[in-house]
């Protein structure tokens, strides 16, 4: 299954972006992981430009090797480990080149990965990126580069980063780095460090610059949206300790989810991801106030059971995730869910399984992203608790999960057929030539056949038929939002 933040399709998607005249230097830029790591690369590459180096697709001609990774789970280590294999077989035939390693692996290991990977050169946290130009300098003298420091305020909020991604219609915008919740199974708020928010002014800039440039849909991105709080900079732990004037013109995600809905209104504002635990009633009131903030939630579950989700330090309970569903269906009757689930967490019972399953059954989420538990090191379950729950049973679980989330897809995707929903055009469907791909408000896929329309159009199109996670039908004329 695949996972909404954790796109399996763009695991390793090389980005390459428009040339600048005049740079001389090659860059081979890939990414793992979540979003937030593809938002990343935009921002390396775009300092990049500025120290000569243009995004190539071959990397036996790059100078510059860079590898935006992920921690999350073992299998997404292993795969930037394969990564590197790789690339040690092109530096036999192409000696100078250089091999960086980005994002929350490089944080995880810091210098140990120069000791157990050879062949990298340079180590860069996610908040060191604008030290590039100066670890680069090292790394051509011949010496190794490292730059792990965590900062307070480092937020990119002043890099305008070049997009290629999204085919010129769906954008990621970054609203705040790092994480506190410290869930137990949790690497993020380790490689990613403490949350701090980034200046409204500068994500509203970002969303008119992007409107300007045809954007139709923007994504505030955060790993946490809902505890977003800008009072003028600096650590959210560090609120307690804000003076009264800061307090009085702080922003919270409400506000900020307002003020760039009202900013776009011809744009389509969506946003991910909620934590139960911090999402507040008045983001479901901003969400019915405005109709072009998209009724779709990314709510992750991770379990069914109190008791795990204590173990998991999630901070509710069972019950308090049900009056959130039943508050969210009360607001905005028609909002689409989504979840993260982990399946096989320490000392998971058949028990809790069941109560995983029951708790599906209450939500009946429009998708689903599961996972089998996997231990990071260091993390505080991996120092408390056993991982005791034997891989085929984990594995049994997943698939129980991930059945029933079929189930529970095709039902919600049944309810669309028959009736007229507004999507927007973001690419040609990979099935067939002759069709358009979109989604509606609520995030689901829809394809039908391309007439007149094109590429960013915001369409009506009457539902005929479906699968269990794609919309069929065929357009019936322009939405009003189209423009
Ligand atoms: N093992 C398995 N899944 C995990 N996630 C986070 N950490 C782990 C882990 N150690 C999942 C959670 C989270 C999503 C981004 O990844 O479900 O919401
Ligand atoms: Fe990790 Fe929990 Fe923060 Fe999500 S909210 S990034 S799961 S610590």
Redesign the pocket.
Known sequence: MEEKLIDEKKQGELLVLEQKEGNQRKLFIESYGCQMNFSDSEIVASILAEQGYNTTENLEEADLVLVNTCSIRDKAEQTVRKRLEKYNAVKKINPNMKVGVLGCMAERLKSKFLKEEKIVDMVVGPDAYKDLPNLLKEVEEGRNAVNVILSKDETYGDISPVRLGGHGVTAFVSITRG?????T?????FT?GRERSRDPKSILEEVNDLAEKGYKEITLLD??VDSYLWYGGGLKKDYKNASEIQRATATNFAQLLEMTAEAQPGMRIRFS?S?PQDMTEDVLHSMAKYDNICNYIHL?A?SGSTRILKEMN?QYTREEYFELIDRVREIIPDCAISQ?IITGFSTETEEDHRDTLSLMDYVKYDFGFMFMYSERPGTPAARKLDDDVPAEIKKRRLIEIVDLQREHSAYRTQQFVGQTVEVLIEKESHKSEAQWSGRTQHNTVAVFPKEYYKVGDFVMVKIEDCTSATLLGNAVGYSKNNV
């Open positions: 994480c506190d919740n410290m869930c199974f949790c690497v993020v708020p990613r790993q946490n991801t934590n992750p991770q999630r993260d």
